[in-house]
């Protein structure tokens, strides 16, 4: 639309220009075109021809001199510079067959305005375009900010995004809720008539990938009227004023159209809180406080719908929040168990699939995996398949891109000594053994100690049966650990440490710190909240709400926490020594083990092994 109009615009200029140019050529050149053909000559052939009594009529002119000469019967015109020559006009005069006078070149009154006042005009604005031009390529900024306060919002009418419903698995609430806005725009006369009104906004809240740009394209695919579509950072300008004018600019559009969605992708580039702060962000508070008066200015049941997502609902102005503005939250929070199922037979149906794909078994093993993350691993799967020149995906494909996913590709040709290799091998042996050994702990998977380009060395697997949406105190400190068991094992059969736990030092001091800050899982404090999350659905950073002194009491029953488990650890692999040693030979061997193998063993008596 907005490529169109700009193409007019462009066209209608370079149409004025050419006017304007043939205006000029005209009025200027045209005159100057004299019909007889003149012959330019020297000033003493011009005398020559005086003296010789040929020529019949001359015409004197500011800088040169016209004469028509008449020899052997034949009329000719000629040119030449004028010479200043005092005596020329006695001459003539003294001739009597000469007719001569002389001539004033005029410009027209067309002719002056042309060149003193069009002309310049026409190339001052030629200027200015090329320099725009330029610097709006250079810079994009004044390149956008030339174009003084349009939005660029994308007009979608109805299934151009080709998305629908139907794309969009597991969140069921999220469509449920939206599903309505679309049936309001639909038939707005059901709702008029029981006299309730809609939601002017609704705001799509959760982690990256779950989705919720996807919701949005899928409710313009359903909604069967005009969607505005546009992102937070698309009203961020570069001169103050002018994203606000952009809001403006967008309402009216939208007004216009009404009934309508408009949707704003990524709000907190423009809804962050109004802190008040010195030297504060004006550009950015002015089109926050132009779309609170947008919202609050356009009639709820005219139709227009206004929806937004973000990531940060915490940072958002608690103004956009309030009841007549923002007041419906549509959270798109990560898949579960089904959710994750769902998502991934929808990415599956364009890809050719062998026969029978388990796609719970797929689901369970990627807890905590948003839609993004398991779109990714579906494409890996199928990218897979291709690599290896078949022509569809199978079970082992998908298996192997989850890890692909989590850890990174393998790295074939990593070099490791046997020795490294052993120690890589106890080490997770340690963890899975600590795991299998304890009740509330999830089952061992599978265990690799093939590296990873991730640069994890070598995992050990665990996927619950079922998902899991609660953590008990028991399940916390099995979980630190089967975390420090991969150290354990280390430290009792090589009688050293290595490196290559600090992957799970920082995992289990991060849920050790939880058990106590969070959690109130801690001998020394009861239910007492000692730090924040600030970021809730970006990585969940933590802020501690407490004093020093409680500060170095937390580290210390971190520490005690992590201890126990460490200790706890040891002594189960203490306990099945032998049996650590077996599963670890086992493992360097085969490199790979699922988690039945490794039960088999567990549960074998060593001789039946053997035999
Ligand atoms: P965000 O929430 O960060 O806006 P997106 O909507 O951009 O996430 O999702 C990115 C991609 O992840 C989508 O294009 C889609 O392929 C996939 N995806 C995310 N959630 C789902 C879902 N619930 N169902 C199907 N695909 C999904
Ligand atoms: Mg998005
Ligand atoms: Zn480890």
Redesign the pocket.
């Known amino acids: 639309m907005e490529e169109n109009k700009n193409n007019k615009q462009h066209f209608a200029g370079f149409a004025i220009v050419c006017i304007i140019l043939l205006l000029v050529f005209n009025a200027v050149v045209m005159p100057n075109i004299s019909t007889k053909p003149i012959k330019e000559t020297n000033y003493s052939f011009f005398l020559k021809q005086i003296e010789e009594n040929n020529v019949r009529q001359v015409q004197i002119e500011s800088d040169k001199i016209k004469f028509e000469v008449n020899a052997d019967g034949e009329k000719k015109t000629y040119s030449t510079v004028r010479i200043d020559d005092p005596g020329l006009v006695e001459r003539l005069h003294k001739n009597k067959d000469i007719d001569f006078t002389g001539k004033i070149v005029e410009q027209s009154l067309l002719q002056q305005i042309v060149i003193g006042w069009i002309l310049p005009f026409v190339f001052i604005i030629l200027m200015f375009s090329l320099v725009t031009k330029i610097l709006g390529k250079r810079m994009g900024g004044l390149g956008n900010a030339m174009s003084f306060g349009k939005s660029n919002a994308k007009i979608y009418v109805k299934a151009q995004t080709g998305k629908t419903f139907e794309?969009?698995?597991?969140?069921d609430e999220a469509k449920e809720a939206l599903e309505e806005i679309v049936d309001f725009l639909h038939n707005p006369r059901k709702y008029a008539e029981i006299g309730a009104n809609l939601p002017k906004g609704a705001l799509l809240v959760?982690p990256?990938?779950?989705?919720?740009?996807?919701?949005a394209k899928a409710v313009a695919g359903e909604a069967n009227v005009p969607f505005f579509s546009i992102s937070g950072s698309e009203f961020v300008e570069m001169f103050v004023g002018m994203g606000a004018a952009k809001v403006r600019d967008l309402f009216s559009q939208a007004n216009q159209k009404a009934p309508c969605i408009v949707f704003i992708d990524e709000i907190d580039t423009i809804g962050k809180k109004r802190d008040g702060q010195l030297g504060g962000n004006d550009e950015r508070e002015q089109t926050l406080n132009q779309l609170l008066t947008e919202m609050d200015g356009f009639d709820g049941k005219k139709g227009v719908v206004i929806l937004a997502?973000t990531?940060r609902p915490e940072s958002l102005d608690p103004a956009l929040l309030r009841p007549g503005r923002f007041d419906r939250r549509i959270p798109?929070e990560l898949?579960d168990l089904a959710?994750r199922e769902a998502?991934l037979k929808?990415?599956a149906k364009n890809i050719k699939l062998d026969e029978d794909i388990d796609f719970k078994s797929i689901a369970r093993a990627t807890a905590g995996a948003?839609?993004?993350e398991?779109?990714n691993i579906v494409n890996e799967a199928a990218l897979r398949a291709v690599r290896n020149d078949r022509t569809f995906v199978t079970q082992t494909d998908l298996d192997e891109s989850v890890e692909v996913v989590i850890a990174g590709y393998q790295r074939k040709n990593a070099v490791i000594s046997q020795k490294e290799k052993e120690i890589i091998a106890y080490h997770e042996i340690g963890h899975a053994l600590v795991a299998a050994k304890q009740k509330d702990s999830a089952p061992v998977h599978k265990i690799t100690i093939i590296p990873r380009t991730s640069g994890a060395l070598g995992y050990t697997m665990q996927v619950d049966e079922e998902e899991k949406f609660l953590m008990s105190k028991e399940e916390a400190m099995s979980r630190i650990a089967v975390l420090t068991g991969g150290r354990s094992a280390e430290e009792l059969v090589f009688t050293t440490c290595t490196s290559g736990a600090s992957n799970d030092i920082e995992k289990a001091t991060k849920l050790a710190r939880a058990m106590v800050t969070r959690y109130g899982m801690s001998n020394s404090f009861d239910m007492m909240a000692l730090e924040t999350i600030t970021n809730q659905y970006l990585g969940g950073d933590a802020s501690l709400a407490c004093s020093a002194e409680t500060a170095s009491k937390i580290d210390d029953e971190v520490n005690n926490i992590i201890k126990t488990a460490h200790t706890e650890a040891s002594r189960i692999l203490t306990e099945n020594i032998e049996k650590l040693h077996e599963l670890a030979k086992y493992l360097l061997e085969k490199e790979t083990i699922t988690g039945e193998e490794f039960m088999n063993i567990l549960n074998n008596e060593p001789q039946a092994i053997a035999a």
Do not use: E, R
């Open positions: 794309d969009v698995a597991g969140q959760g990256p990938g779950t989705g919720k740009t996807l919701l997502a990531n798109a898949p959710g998502i929808v990415h948003s839609g993004a398991l779109a």
